[in-house]
Each structure stands twice: as C-alpha cells, then as structure tokens.
C-alpha cells in the first residue's frame, strides 16, 4: 500500500495496515507459523522429521518448526495468489540441484507436502478448492490472516 494514508488516530503517523501485502514476508510468516503451532488444528504427518522438501536437497529440515512455517508461507501464496495450485506452488519452492560439475537443473519441491498442507489448511478453513482447479482463500481465512498481519504491523 502506498505510505500516502496514514493512520492518526492519536498513534502518530503510521500506514495503515488493511491486509497482508502490507507487512514484511518473513515477519508475517513467522508470526502466522506461530499461531498455527499454537491452535494445534493442523496435525503434523509421522514422516515430517525425516523428509527432504524437495529431490535437489540433501538433507531434510533442520528447523522442527519447518512444517508450520511452510504452511504459513502456502496460506499467504494463496493470499497473493488465488487460484494457484500444487505444480505451481511445487515449481516455487523448488530449486536447483547442484550435480557437481554439471550444469545445475531445476527441480520442483516435493508435491506430496505440498498437497498435505493444502488438505490441513482445507481442514481448518482457511483455503479451499476451485472447481476449475488451484486453490483460494476462504473468507474465514482471510480474516484470520488479515488480522495475523494487523497485529504484525502493531508491534
């Protein structure tokens, strides 16, 4: 949002916040990895501590909270982004695979993570699907989202 409109409602002169393009990426991640860790809706699968996220990596995660922080950053994709869906999202979070003295290559996230998060953010309400494919938000979960990046912006 332009910094043209302020808020001066006794606060001084601040933005005003009306949605999440308006706060920073990774604050905003972080904040809503958080609040998904804290409600406990989205249940974590048996195989999250062992999985690698996509075939060019070598290692899996090595934050424990990797999963909810990936489903914080799919929610606000499909903020930004209505009607996405999973190639799109598993092109996204992939990345080059390093061959060693060969050219590297793109290779696309693990679509299997990616569709199991989308199916606990459909669980919990947040996004659902579209009949011509892709996902969007719902309009609980743009409330809830939106009202994750207002408290972002106050602190």
Do not use: C
Request: charged share 25%.
């Amino acid at each position: 949002m332009s910094s043209s409109f302020y808020d001066d409602a006794g606060f001084g002169k601040r933005p005003i916040v009306t949605g999440v393009r308006d706060v920073s990426a990774a604050e905003f991640i972080a904040a809503y990895a958080a609040h998904l860790k804290k409600g406990g809706k989205i249940q974590l699968p048996a195989w999250v501590d062992v999985v690698k996220t996509a075939p060019g990596r070598e290692m899996p995660p090595f934050d424990p909270d990797w999963y909810y922080v990936r489903a914080a950053s799919i929610a606000r994709k499909i903020y930004l982004n209505g009607g996405i869906g999973v190639g799109a999202l598993a092109h996204w979070y992939g990345k080059a695979k390093s061959t060693g003295v060969k050219p590297q290559h793109h290779h696309n996230a693990s679509r299997s993570i990616i569709r199991h998060i989308l199916i606990q953010l459909e669980k919990i309400g947040v996004v659902e699907t579209l009949e011509k494919g892709g996902r969007k938000m719902t309009k609980e979960g743009q409330k809830d989202l939106d009202t994750i990046s207002a408290s972002v912006q106050l602190q």
